[in-house]
């Protein structure tokens, strides 16, 4: 790893206005990507402005319909909270499967969200529910934030405090892990809003992705067999030794299925 | 750049002047000395580094030491009792001959440890699950499964 000055602000704003300063700088949130490509000299940020004492990023609550998740809250605080296993069954299943233990004891949204890794768990959901972003100067929605391989919405310096999720009629997340890392070789979030229905892609692209016509298909009829059939086009999908992208493409299909009948259930 | 990270390991408050950039293990085992606490993979595959930090296991290799700062640390150096007898969760995997070469045994407790408290009597699958971070290359994993099951219920009854 290349040295780098490291900082430990007590409020956002103080973080803020580090970043403002360290243009090369960057967050340290539960550092469960950004440490190992640091380690792996992919990543070399002169600043380390580490997040873990900034209070006001770690709430977690439902609010009638709405599930809050501060940009610090942990993976396994989601996924072991009564209140979202209750109004988000399906966002709390998807954060009890992101790693490890350990990995889900620091890992958190708002890292998660900001690295956009193309085959993390989180944007799956945050796209599947359509959640909405928001960052310590404007709410994005889930639509307009993933961009790219590792790219995102946010400008330099803008820092992630909440997601909120509307809570859905029913919804699930089937993910076919990498057996070696965890990682969704492909994953498929399902939710149905009630008529509205949408469906997002993770480990397939570059970043997380919408199934229009599974949408469809799905609005018109909520049940398995609606998407059974439909075949997904491989161009574009991640080529990689674990999946090619015609293997990929297939398992959208089995995935979105399998998905649907478990939101059934 | 260095700076002054202090923090309680077993107990003990310890605090060093380190590098930023110094990995909490290599703060355990380099400047505490406390080489119980084993690098696998240092990529995060492994959990061999798995320590508890404020009570929830981590993998230590995957945390700058900074990041513990004023943190409660835990590693398998605290875990027997102060008399020298085993914590009943050492003394399954003892009995159950939970470790082939050993090296993975350290992180295969500290993760056992954190899971057993939510789990005093887990199914075969749930343990399974649970080491989902941890790897033992010797694959040794039939027995460590049993040590996690009959340490949980153990560490149930104790209590």
């Given amino acids: 790893m290349y040295a780098f000055e490291y900082h430990r602000p ?11 300063k360290k243009s090369e700088g960057k967050f340290l949130a539960g550092g469960q990507s950004l440490v190992q490509a640091m380690k792996l000299r992919l990543s070399s940020p002169s600043d380390l402005i580490d997040l873990g004492s900034v209070s006001e990023l770690k709430n977690l609550k439902v609010e009638g319909n709405t599930v809050l998740v501060g940009a610090m809250v942990r993976h ?20 009890g499967m992101i790693g490890d233990r350990q990995v889900r004891h620091m890992g958190t949204i708002g890292g998660s969200l900001a690295n956009s890794d193309p085959a993390a768990d989180y944007p799956a959901a945050v796209l599947g529910l359509g ?6 100067k404007r709410k994005i929605e889930a639509d307009k934030f993933f961009k790219g391989l590792y790219e995102t919405a946010l400008e330099p310096g803008e820092l992630i405090t909440q997601v909120s999720f509307p809570a859905p009629k029913r919804a699930a997340y089937m993910k076919f892990k990498n057996p070696a890392s965890r990682f969704a070789l492909v994953g498929v979030f399902v939710a149905d809003f009630g008529g509205n229905v949408r469906v997002a892609v993770t480990g397939a692209g570059a970043c997380a992705f919408r199934q229009p016509d599974m949408e469809k298909a799905l609005a018109a009829k909520f049940a398995p067999e609606s998407v059974a059939n439909i075949k997904v086009k491989s161009d574009g ?15 959208i299909t089995v995935m979105a ?6 939101a059934l259930k | 750049m260095s700076v002054k990270v202090s923090m309680k390991v077993n107990g003990k408050p310890v605090s060093a002047e380190v590098e930023a950039r110094t990995l909490l293990v290599t703060f355990i085992r380099e400047n505490l000395r406390l080489t119980g606490t084993h690098v696998g993979c240092d990529t995060a595959q492994c959990g061999a580094c798995t320590v508890h930090m404020n009570g929830r296991a981590i993998k230590s290799c995957s945390i700058v030491a900074m990041q513990a700062e004023g943190a409660d640390i835990l590693t398998i150096e605290g875990v027997a009792n102060g008399n020298g007898t085993l914590h009943p969760m050492q003394q399954a995997f003892k009995e159950n001959h939970g470790l082939q070469c ?37 694959t040794g994993y039939h027995n460590i499964v049993k040590s996690i099951v009959a340490g949980a219920r153990a560490m149930a009854a104790s209590k």
């Fill in chain 1, 131 to 136: 959640a909405t972003i928001s960052t310590h």
């Fill in chain 1, 257 to 262: 299925k399998r998905a649907v009948e478990a």
């Fill in chain 2, 102 to 138: 050993g090296f993975c045994t350290p992180g295969m407790v500290m993760n056992a440890l954190d899971f057993a408290k939510g789990h005093p009597n887990p199914s075969e699958k749930e343990v399974r699950e649970s080491l989902e971070g941890n790897l033992c290359r010797c």
């Fill in chain 1, 76 to 95: 396994a605080e989601v996924a072991a909270s009564p209140a979202v296993q209750k109004a988000i069954p399906a966002l709390a299943a998807l954060a």
């Fill in chain 1, 10 to 20: 007590s409020s956002s704003k103080e973080a803020l206005d580090l970043a403002a």
């Fill in chain 1, 237 to 251: 999908l991640n080529n990689d030794l674990h999946a090619s992208p015609e293997y990929r493409a297939h398992l």
